[in-house]
């Protein structure tokens, strides 16, 4: 073999070298993508679960708002039941939304340890879902940056690779965060 068939096989071996090295890259940080998901689903689960126990303490203080306790069950079921999307979700957030109003409306129910020990832990699991989702994001972001860059953008879509979402606000919470909050003395 000629010194020219060496530099053909060498520059060969490195490209394959590369592709591999891309390849794992990309693996990686699309599991990181898919670990953020799951955070979120997780997330999502337990508030679901929570939901059961602040309608059983609301019943014991106003028993008489079965409206409101059934339109909060049926919505946490209906954002249980398959892949959480924008539409259940956000009925769940209204439904649980009026349901803790009810506090205000009961003082009973407001003074309640189980009430507010419900409230608190339904608010920590907002925070944690918020976080995963500034998390989740952050991944799509470093998953997606890794794949458009070259020479990754050469080989990813031939990889598999497509392009990650990002997780974005629901039509329950575009209405509230880009509104300037109101205060009053």
Same mark, same amino acid.
């Given at each position: 073999?000629?010194?020219?068939?060496?530099?053909?096989?060498?520059? /060969? /071996?490195?490209? #394959?070298?590369? #592709?591999?090295?891309? =390849?794992?890259?990309?693996?990686?940080?699309?599991?990181?993508?898919?670990?953020?998901? *799951?955070?979120?689903?997780?997330?999502?689960?337990?508030?679901?679960?929570?939901?059961?126990?602040?309608?059983? $303490? /609301?019943?014991? =203080?106003?028993?008489?708002?079965?409206?409101?306790?059934?339109?909060?069950?049926?919505?946490?079921?209906? %954002?249980?039941?398959?892949? +959480?999307?924008?539409?259940? &979700?956000?009925?769940?957030?209204? %439904?649980?939304? @009026?349901?803790?109003?009810?506090? !205000?409306? =009961? +003082?009973?129910? @407001?003074?309640?340890?189980?009430?507010? !020990?419900?409230?608190? &832990?339904?608010?920590?699991? &907002?925070? @944690?879902? *918020?976080?995963?989702?500034? %998390?989740?994001? *952050?991944?799509?972001?470093?998953?997606? $940056?890794?794949? !458009?860059?070259? +020479?990754? #953008?050469?080989?990813?879509? %031939?990889?598999?690779?497509?392009?990650?979402?990002?997780?974005?606000?629901?039509?329950?919470?575009?209405? $509230? #965060?880009?509104?300037? +909050?109101?205060? $009053?003395?």
């Amino acid at each position: 073999m000629g010194l020219m068939a060496w530099v053909i096989v060498g520059l /060969v /071996v490195i490209a #394959v070298v590369g #592709v591999i090295g891309i =390849y794992n890259k990309l693996v990686g940080l699309r599991q990181n993508v898919r670990q953020g998901r *799951a955070d979120i689903d997780a997330q999502l689960r337990q508030r679901h679960d929570l939901v059961p126990n602040l309608v059983e $303490t /609301v019943k014991g =203080y106003a028993a008489h708002e079965a409206d409101t306790l059934e339109a909060v069950i049926s919505a946490r079921n209906a %954002a249980a039941n398959g892949n +959480p999307d924008s539409g259940s &979700e956000q009925g769940l957030r209204v %439904a649980l939304d @009026k349901l803790l109003a009810l506090g !205000e409306a =009961y +003082p009973d129910l @407001k003074a309640s340890a189980n009430f507010q !020990e419900l409230q608190s &832990e339904l608010g920590d699991v &907002e925070d @944690k879902l *918020a976080a995963a989702r500034r %998390a989740l994001n *952050a991944a799509v972001s470093r998953f997606n $940056t890794a794949r !458009e860059s070259f +020479p990754a #953008v050469l080989f990813a879509g %031939a990889l598999g690779f497509a392009e990650a979402d990002f997780n974005q606000l629901d039509d329950s919470e575009r209405g $509230t #965060v880009d509104q300037v +909050p109101h205060i $009053t003395f």
